[in-house]
């Protein structure tokens, strides 16, 4: 399964989906409920959602606070992916209740229906993520290069729980990320870290990398973007997550920072 939805130039995840979904959802079905009811609850519905998404980004802030205070502004780039949607959904229930209470009790019965439909679209939409792991592929039967000639089979990562990142130089999020996995690599020896590189000549990122001076183990090549084609991926970066047998449990489209790589390698770590 593709975890986003790519429409031309656009990469949309899944989990961003569900949510936009479950918010349309709420938004429609509360201006229909508000008109016949008199009372619309379109204002507090916004409320909702922003107070749901600050609590969220907020919550996984504090879970994962060691990796944020170690680069404070981090916590302001949500392109992270870093999110706790059940707090998240604890935060727009609790500001509807409050608004409701205060400002528009007669809003109440259309906001608490379009707020369960909304939250019921978007828990389906969780679960059927998680319903739908991506258990049948695994690390294929994949030859690439080192950055010194030599072929390696992608099978020989499985063993130990393994992330393989699909970068190039010319992309930005990726030259933004690579510190992160790098970093990663040198702390996690129990895990395989894999940077490989999509569609460019070894002598290019060697140099790429040699400019910028890191140093990094399993740093292959994937000239025709084979990696790519097996799993569907065309966004970079996108980093592949597998556990110890060598099964794809999660893919992340987009940038990474600590936190959220550290969120990913405790999964395959399990």
Same mark, same amino acid.
């Given at each position: 399964?593709?975890? $986003?939805?790519?429409?031309?130039?656009?990469?949309?995840?899944?989990?961003?989906?569900?949510?936009? $979904?479950?918010?349309?959802?709420?938004?429609?079905?509360?201006?229909?409920?508000?008109?016949?009811?008199?009372?619309?609850?379109?204002?507090?519905?916004?409320?909702?959602?922003?107070?749901?998404?600050?609590?969220?980004?907020?919550?996984?802030?504090?879970?994962?606070?060691?990796?944020?205070?170690?680069?404070?502004?981090?916590?302001?780039?949500?392109?992270?992916?870093?999110?706790?949607?059940?707090?998240?959904?604890?935060?727009?229930?609790?500001?509807?209740?409050?608004?409701?209470?205060?400002?528009?009790?007669?809003?109440?019965?259309?906001?608490?229906?379009?707020?369960?439909?909304?939250?019921?679209?978007?828990?389906?939409?969780?679960?059927?993520?998680?319903?739908?792991?991506?258990?049948?592929?695994?690390?294929?039967?994949?030859?690439?290069?080192?950055?010194?000639?030599?072929?390696?089979?992608?099978?020989?990562?499985?063993?130990?729980?393994?992330?393989?990142?699909?970068?190039?130089?010319?992309?930005?999020?990726?030259?933004?990320?690579?510190?992160?996995?790098?970093?990663?690599?040198?702390?996690?020896?129990?895990?395989?870290?894999?940077?490989?590189?999509?569609?460019?000549? $070894?002598?290019?990122?060697?140099?790429?990398?040699?400019?910028?001076?890191?140093?990094?183990?399993?740093?292959?090549?994937?000239?025709?973007?084979?990696?790519?084609?097996?799993?569907?991926?065309?966004?970079?970066?996108?980093?592949?997550?597998?556990?110890?047998?060598?099964?794809?449990?999660?893919?992340?489209?987009?940038?990474?920072?600590?936190?959220?790589?550290?969120?990913?390698? $405790?999964?395959?770590?399990?």
């Amino acid at each position: 399964m593709n975890p $986003a939805i790519t429409l031309g130039p656009l990469v949309l995840p899944w989990g961003l989906g569900a949510v936009l $979904a479950s918010l349309l959802v709420a938004w429609a079905l509360g201006r229909w409920l508000g008109r016949r009811q008199g009372a619309d609850p379109g204002d507090a519905l916004w409320g909702a959602f922003w107070a749901g998404a600050l609590l969220a980004r907020i919550a996984f802030i504090v879970e994962y606070r060691s990796a944020y205070l170690a680069e404070p502004l981090s916590m302001l780039d949500i392109r992270d992916g870093g999110w706790n949607p059940v707090a998240g959904l604890l935060g727009a229930w609790l500001y509807a209740l409050v608004r409701a209470r205060r400002r528009a009790p007669q809003a109440w019965p259309a906001l608490r229906s379009a707020l369960m439909a909304g939250t019921a679209v978007f828990v389906a939409g969780l679960g059927a993520l998680s319903a739908l792991p991506d258990t049948d592929r695994r690390l294929p039967a994949l030859t690439v290069r080192s950055l010194q000639g030599a072929e390696v089979d992608l099978r020989t990562f499985q063993g130990k729980p393994t992330v393989i990142n699909l970068w190039a130089t010319w992309c930005p999020p990726c030259v933004r990320e690579m510190p992160v996995l790098a970093a990663a690599q040198r702390q996690s020896p129990d895990v395989n870290v894999v940077f490989l590189n999509q569609g460019e000549a $070894a002598d290019q990122v060697r140099a790429w990398l040699r400019s910028r001076g890191l140093g990094l183990d399993n740093a292959l090549i994937d000239e025709t973007r084979a990696a790519g084609a097996v799993f569907e991926q065309k966004a970079f970066p996108t980093t592949l997550f597998f556990d110890a047998d060598g099964r794809l449990v999660g893919t992340r489209i987009g940038e990474l920072s600590a936190a959220t790589l550290q969120e990913r390698l $405790a999964r395959i770590r399990r």
